[in-house]
């Protein structure tokens, strides 16, 4: 375990035991989302109705890249998984580390859980002695979210569309 931050998060290595609690971090997170108009995203019903989400989420904590941040007292406010590139997206060039979910918790008490968990993702690639970085997000609406990764350092590569989610693939160079 890492402490991410004054505020005693740790960060940990996720496991299927960590899936109920990441699905709730998504279903608040989508609450949210909806509560300001933003039903394209990731919908409007919570990911822990849906098999397909709690099959995704499921997968992403096994894998060997998964990260949850929890608080002190055990709960879980974000989840951040590095591995290969998601296969809807070209290959890479290079060796990369690849961002394939980051997800944190909107409450003001973790303000800055998702900037964190990007900087501990350039720690992992340093450690693994890789110099690039790539993620892919949500490219519509007010685009915040590609903003956001852009505040990070990371820099548009090119767009996608996956039926009809606009997508956008961002990258960088440590």
Known sequence: ???LGM?????????????PAVLQVFDEVVA???????THQWGTEPWSASP????QVAEACALPGAWVVE?????????LVLG???????SATEPEVYVRLLIAARDPRVRGLGRRMMAFADDQA???GVTRLRVDCYGGGTGDL????ESCGYERISTFDLAGWPGQLLGRCL
Do not use: H, K, Q, T
Not at 32 to 38: H, Q
């Open 1 to 3: 375990m890492l402490i």
């Open 7 to 19: 505020d005693g998060l740790l960060i940990r290595r996720a496991s299927a035991s960590d899936v």
């Open 32 to 38: 949210w989302f909806v509560g300001m108009g933003n």
């Open 52 to 55: 397909r989400r709690v099959a």
């Open 71 to 79: 608080e002190p007292a055990g709960r879980i406010r974000g989840a």
């Open 84 to 90: 290969d590139p998601m296969p809807y997206v070209p």
């Open 126 to 128: 340093r450690a693994a």
């Open 146 to 149: 590609v903003r956001f990764y």
